[in-house]
């Protein structure tokens, strides 16, 4: 098996942690192969949807990061028909999308809300 060295804030190392003892993972290596496999599962299933789509899409991301979220949602109002933005614990934002559209465009949104490793969570539910 490859070994890699992966940079990551001390607060997610501490979540990482902390999940590894809850669920009784053997080591931060199993912490981190199961998260890519789900991420993996997660973009499989998500590359595949295609034609009209109703959907909803969750965001979780601390409060100064909130512009980059305004300027790319800017971007999307041609599949944006609700947006409910929330104040939660500890400075973070809870966003939640209401898509209506081709599920090129919705696949283009999450994917950019995705790469730019700002959002502590994207979650897309597709009705
Ligand atoms: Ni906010």
């Known amino acids: ?25 053997s080591g931060r290596s199993e912490v981190m192969r199961a998260g890519a496999r789900m991420l993996l599962a997660d973009n499989k299933e998500k590359e595949a949807l295609e034609g009209r ?4 899409l969750l965001l979780i991301h601390a409060q100064k990061v909130e512009d980059v979220v305004t300027e790319v949602k800017h971007e999307f109002e041609d599949i944006i028909s ?3 933005h929330n104040h939660l614990r500890e400075d973070k934002c809870l966003e939640v999308f209401i898509l209506e559209g081709d599920a090129a465009r919705i696949k283009q949104l ?5 790469a730019n490793g700002k959002m502590d969570y994207v979650k897309l539910i597709v009705a």
């Open 1 to 25: 098996m490859p070994i890699i060295s992966i940079s990551i804030t001390d607060e997610i190392l501490n979540e990482v942690d902390n999940l590894q003892k809850e669920l009784g993972f």
């Open 53 to 56: 789509l109703n959907s909803v």
């Open 82 to 84: 609700t947006q409910i």
């Open 110 to 114: 999450v994917r950019l809300f995705h």
